[in-house]
């Protein structure tokens, strides 16, 4: 029998949900996954404590799952596991995570340094980079009139859910606008291309840049690698990152990119050979980078292959390995409790996982339409595209792991 591994995740269907994915499917030869949102544990403490006590290891994907486990098991804890990706400001759940966990990951050597000052000695920190699946992002043959893009125009991507901005500024979108406002005195036909959700009446304020705004909202993950693929260049104007994950995805799908130096940028672009890089707020050298990307094709052509070059070297296979080790060195550790035979309901850990996503998803869209997030037309569209390739079986399975479209017992 496989030892099983508790993957708790703050958010099934975006950037750390996809990189959670990616680990279970590539290391699913050895470990048996239980990938479960905190959305649904964070109510369901009597699913937490039977899966807690099924499981080697519990490996959260980010701090809050460190602190959910403080604050909701109510059985003693195998050996955890966080990943803290960025820190803008260190805070109550890195501190937990530095506590309880005992293994933290960073995504890079600059993070690892950083995130050792923050905890103190006698934490064990390990490095597990980002990576990404280039089979799935490749360029592709897009068509912009499917997404209301100009052909003619030279389009400029910025991918963020927007609350993720609400952290200090994390985004720098008002960098961004400042570059788009230079850019397009410089470029015709200036698009800006917003994906991600919560953007919704910012087309004004883009307007009066002189750019042409185009905000797609939340896009299914099969549509990424052709919003990724029709864009003359993406835009990272972050002030912390701990990749991201869109520099590779963008530079898999062969499209050049024009990022600050945070995250893993200083360790994957090449300034001016596979993408440009500038410094944290340089709004001219994000301009001067778009105006040579749309002035010399050929130059665009040759960082369009180099940037496909690069990310090919940054597959998850590769990038994710040593997270193999330090599950395999916990799961040797002498056990701290029992590990118990799973319920019925969790034997499955792939069934189990599939439907606990799933449930997040409804629950996500019941919740937005309760707290006046999002009127419901809004709000049922986003559910069927994070529902994208879910049986109806599973999501009636789905239904009932919800009570009333709140939280009960498990379905046995």
Known sequence: MKPRVLVLVNNSYWAIGTTGKLIVRNMSDEFDFLFIPEEILARRTDMLRELLLTCDVAFCMNESGAALLRERATVPLPPVVTWIHHVTTWNREHQTAAEISDVVLACTGGWKDAIAG?????????????????AYFTPRAADRRQFGIPRDSFAVGFFAARGSDSDAGRKGVDTFMAVLKKAAVEIPKLAAVIVGPGWEGLEPTIGSTGAEPHLIGFVRRSQTPLLYSLLDAYMLTSRVEGGPLTVLESMACGTPVVATRVGLVPEVIQDGANGFSVEIGDVDGCVAALCCLHRDPERHKQIRLAARATA?????????????GVLRGLVARPLRREVTTPAAWADDAVATSRVSCAAECLATAVKNIRLGREPAGRALRLLRDMLEGVSFADRIRALGMLRNLGYGAPNR
């Open 118 to 134: 923050y905890c103190g000695p006698g934490v064990r920190i390990e490095i597990v980079r980002n990576g990404i699946d280039p």
């Open 312 to 324: 090919e070297q940054h597959a998850a296979i590769r990038t994710h390995a040593p997270l193999r």
